[in-house]
């Protein structure tokens, strides 16, 4: 699986921005897919992941109620809307794809195949 994300930019407090993830190679619709994100001098930390068929959605404590994640598997991409945005969320975002089963989908360990990343920078 190849991921690309895309839709970071610089942006204010309070303001709204919206990621996406395309993803080409082995049958997307199967995998679980996940945000992260990870900040200067931060370990990489779990934001959201959804299921395959998009039912079942999980988020971060410090997103619940501001970002959603959503899926189209027609269009084999994953999206990531944030709104309310902080400066406490700015990092560089990762979508990651997760092909072996596992129990879990916080870690960073979970999920096998990661994108290059897009930065988000929220300014005070």
């Known amino acids: 699986v190849q991921l690309q994300a895309s839709g970071g930019g610089l942006v204010q407090a309070g303001a709204s921005l919206s990621l996406s993830c395309a993803a080409s190679g082995r049958t997307f619709r199967t995998n679980v897919m996940g945000w992260f994100r990870q900040a200067p001098g931060k370990e990489r930390e779990f934001v959201a992941s959804?299921?395959?068929?998009?039912?079942?959605?999980n988020y971060a404590d410090s997103v619940k109620g501001r970002f959603t994640i959503s899926r189209d598997n027609a269009k084999n991409a994953v999206y990531l809307r944030m709104n309310s945005l902080q400066a406490e969320d700015t990092a560089v975002y990762y979508c990651?794809?997760?092909?072996?089963?596992?129990?879990?989908?916080?870690?960073?360990?979970?999920?096998?195949?990661w994108g290059q990343g897009t930065q988000v920078t929220v300014s005070s």
């Open positions: 959804i299921s395959s068929t998009g039912h079942i959605k």
């Open positions: 990651a794809a997760r092909w072996k089963p596992r129990p879990g989908v916080r870690s960073v360990s979970d999920y096998d195949y």
